[in-house]
């Protein structure tokens, strides 16, 4: 009798044994998926971030209008990292180191058209102001003459702080401004009022969307006040 009670505690033994170890396997187990699946959101949180930097880096990408006669390496290298395209004048000299310098940080170059003079786009008419990026409203510019438009009128501000810009034209300058954020607004806002300023999100405009807006915003009417 004692010889089976015996078994039978050991039995128990066993199977108390078993448990523990099934146990301890699964809370390895449960910890071993914990791991993996932080891991995971790890990752995922940092392609996310790196996504989100390089689309801010995009967006803060920008154009540059040179006035240089010869443009040479030393010019391109001393244009800001952002810069991808930049503008120059039709009897401008680009030099060979130049030209492989821009093609090596993927900077397009453009020359403006050459416009007989008075014919060049007024620009007590067609105000273009970019106080944080002068380059960038100088580049619009060019693109004006590069697309022929020599008249029109408005006052257009580029700036990636646009409700902050807004405030202060109406406040400050007793103006009547508006934001823009797409192409249509254009014509949205000029059917609602007649505004005397345009102010162009930078954030959610393209340079050639600029572009097209400030052709189209050149064709409207101002009202002087």
Partial sequence: MERHG??????????????Q????????????VRQVLARMD????TKHSTQTANSTTQNQTTSAALTEKIVTSRTIQGLSKKTFQIFVSPTAIITPSA?????????????????????????QKIEIID?????????VRQQL???????GTGKIVLTETPAKEVHFQCAKNNEVAVMIGSYNDIQRFSDEITPTVWVLDMQRLTFSAVVNAVVQISKTRRVEQ
Avoid: W, Y
């Fill in 145 to 151: 003459v590069f697309r022929g438009i020599t008249t």
């Fill in 99 to 123: 030209r492989d310098d821009a093609r090596n940080r993927n900077i397009e170059i453009q020359r403006t058209v050459q416009l007989p003079q008075g014919q060049q786009p007024d620009q």
């Fill in 21 to 32: 170890a099934n146990a301890n396997e699964s809370a390895k187990i449960a910890e071993i």
């Fill in 131 to 139: 106080h944080a990026q002068p380059d960038r409203a100088q580049a």
């Fill in 42 to 45: 790890s990752n995922s949180e």
């Fill in 6 to 19: 015996d078994f039978g505690l050991i039995k128990m033994e066993q199977d108390i044994h078993i448990q």
